[in-house]
């Protein structure tokens, strides 16, 4: 069965890219299997011309990377891909496309050139492990290179990828003043624990979308544990696979909690850790949530990183990891009871991600009363104009508020926001968005 392409909010992005007389080479960042190829596919419709260069595949046939290890000229890099892939290459007719780059370090820094001599060629890179070779060329192109930030599928995109689009232009029409109907809320709910139960890899959700049954599913994210298990080997040689492994599975594991170190490996240090954690963030496999004492903007002004939470990047993963019963969550009727309510907590921090603008980098942020004694914690605090506004995620239709109104207390903000399984609402000084709404809050 042959996928069909998944339209995604980055294509409006990458159109505007196209589009733009200012144009800079594209790098498009984040984890493997998220849909970054797809995506570049998709826009080089709209060219006359297209070349892709996969610098692991093609390398065994082709042997592109000896063209970069002659000499970084745009012109005659060009010239030469041109005749081994039998495609002209022709400024503003052609697009290219250098994938898995990361397997080209001299292909990394080629891309400020073709910006210098070749400013009217669309040029578009990508890698699932790109960030560790940027690691190693800090200024490779500062000025010259823009980046786009790629995740997996956010629930507004499953549902259009579904065919419920009228469903998702419901819900971005909804606010607390103005709610769905309690059918239409339901249906949502019923969709969005499926969305939770699969998660939002591409391939998972196309198979999905085309038929696919549930364990169909489990089987793709089965299959796709498997490859990032494989990648890790891939990481750093200093960096032992079977730590990373333990690492990730403890920060499944801690999801909704502070991350400590001595729950993730009793006889590895607390530095060997911390390197594992740092690898799996440049892989974009776990998003760190910071502690901020969030007494002004912007947020990152007054953080502490000692403190913090991981996120895993989907799901539908975290589930697969941690073999939940999956039948506990297509019908219970709250998400309290798996994970511990974790879930949902790790559901709204993806969505707060996806939603932001592509173009730059998204920071999680929650607080914690450093108070010695007290328990008062809100899960993540976001900014909205000029206001700081605390979030509070709850797995039900209901619970206390406590560390909200502390904080709301001890800030002096004008307004806190509840995101659980019930309708959009209003209560004093609290916004109510139901959790299949989250990205409405950025």
Known sequence: MSK???????????????????????????ARQIGKSSSVRELAKQFDYFIEVNFE???????????????LSPKRIGEELSVIYHTPIVEGRTLLFFDEIQACIPAISSLRFFYEDMPELHLIA?????????????????????????????????????????MADAIKKSSPEQPLSEVLHHRC??????????????????????????????AILDDLMLAFYDDFAKYKARVSTSRLREVFLSVTEQTGNKFIYSRASQTTKHEQIKEAIELLSLAGLV????HTAANGIPLGAEVNPKIR?????????????????????????????????????????????????CNYPSQLYYWQREQRGSQA???????????????????GTRGAMQSLSIFMSEKKTPFGIRCSLENFGLLPNIRIYPLYAVSQLV
């Open 4 to 30: 069909k392409y998944i339209k995604r909010h980055i294509d409006s992005y990458l159109y505007e890219w196209k589009q733009s007389v200012s144009r800079k080479p594209l790098l498009l960042r984040g």
């Open 57 to 71: 595949k093609d390398d065994e046939e082709f042997h592109v990377k000896e063209v970069f290890k002659k000499g």
């Open 126 to 166: 990508a890698g699932s492990l790109l960030e560790f070779a940027l690691e190693e060329l800090p200024s490779f192109g500062v000025g010259r290179i823009r980046s786009l930030f790629m995740y997996p599928l956010s629930f507004d995109e499953y549902l259009r990828a579904m065919g419920f689009e009228a």
């Open 189 to 218: 709910l019923h969709h969005l624990v499926r969305f939770i139960t699969i998660g939002g890899m591409p391939e998972v959700v196309a198979t999905y979308s085309q038929g696919g049954s549930l364990l169909d599913c489990q």
């Open 287 to 290: 998003h760190p949530v910071i």
């Open 309 to 357: 939470k991981y996120l895993i990047f989907d799901t539908g993963i975290l589930q697969r990891f941690l073999r939940l019963d999956i039948s506990q969550i297509l019908l219970g009727e709250t998400l309290e009871q798996i994970n511990k309510g974790a879930i949902a907590e790790l559901f709204a921090g993806l969505e707060i991600l996806k939603a932001a603008p």
């Open 377 to 395: 914690e809100v899960d993540y605090v976001i900014q909205q104009g000029a206001h700081i506004v605390p979030v509070e995620v709850k797995a």
